[in-house]
T-cell receptor
Framework: AQKVTQAQTEISVVEKEDVTLDCVYETRDTTYYLFWYKQPPSGELVFLIRRNSFDEQNEISGRYSWNFQKSTSSFNFTITASQVVDSAVYFCALSEGYSFSGSARQLTFGSGTQLTVLP | DGGITQSPKYLFRKEGQNVTLSCEQNLNHDAMYWYRQDPGQGLRLIYYSQIVNDFQKGDIAEGYSVSREKKESFPLTVTSAQKNPTAFYLC?????????????FGPGTRLTVT
């Protein structure tokens, strides 16, 4: 069974600080997909990134970067020079792809990390 | 603008009443999903549909029902059999079925049952 753990329930930083959100996953499959979503106070989840298990390259998008390490089953998310607008709940999610029967597996979400950036 | 709409944003019901939450998408996506979110918890899958006239139970389907008569619509009914219906409900869609593709979410409906 697939599982995602986000051990950090809440993080508070001061604007311009860097912050890393941890995500540890469990899966027995060799093919799987990892995601990060952002949920601002408005409630709607916003897709940030999708990464498959065969691509371990780190990715950078503006102030956001992601570190995927299969050896430690982690997919951590770093925000550089944080801003107040980054305040949100961030979810890490995992999908194992397809089962032997061909049916599509669904997403499993972690419990989320509430990030508060103070001015 | 393409997207997912959910209505209403806030919904109040008395215990014992069924209530239907609306979800419409104009993204021409094949797959649609319903999730439930409780405070301090992640999203849990209630039902999903990979194609019109087909839907599958998710992890917590008991007390809920859905229909998928049109590609763009996937309403969720919270029945009186659902023991703890008060929650935030999110609808999502993806271009193709399965969790391997990014999902696009609606703004959610916050249901309160007293």
């Amino acid at each position: 069974a697939q599982k995602v753990t986000q051990a950090q329930t809440e993080i508070s930083v001061v604007e311009k600080e860097d912050v890393t959100l941890d995500c540890v996953y469990e899966t027995r499959d060799t093919t799987y997909y990892l995601f990060w979503y952002k949920q601002p106070p408005s409630g709607e989840l916003v897709f940030l990134i999708r990464r498959n298990s065969f691509d371990e390259q780190n990715e950078i998008s503006g102030r956001y970067s992601w570190n995927f390490q299969k050896s430690t089953s982690s997919f951590n998310f770093t925000i550089t020079a944080s801003q107040v607008v980054d305040s949100a709940v961030y979810f890490c999610a995992l999908s194992e792809g397809y089962s032997f029967s061909g049916s599509a597996r669904q997403l499993t979400f972690g419990s989320g990390t509430q990030l508060t950036v103070l001015p | 603008d393409g997207g997912i709409t959910q209505s209403p944003k806030y919904l109040f019901r008395k215990e014992g009443q069924n209530v239907t939450l609306s979800c419409e998408q104009n993204l021409n996506h094949d797959a649609m999903y319903w999730y439930r979110q409780d405070p301090g918890q992640g999203l849990r899958l209630i039902y999903y549909s990979q194609i019109v006239n087909d839907f599958q139970k998710g992890d917590i389907a008991e007390g809920y029902s859905v229909s998928r008569e049109k590609k763009e619509s996937f309403p969720l009914t919270v029945t009186s059999a659902q023991k703890n219906p008060t929650a935030f409900y999110l609808c999502a869609s993806s271009q193709y079925p399965g969790g391997t593709y990014e999902q696009y979410f609606g703004p959610g409906t916050r249901l309160t049952v007293t």
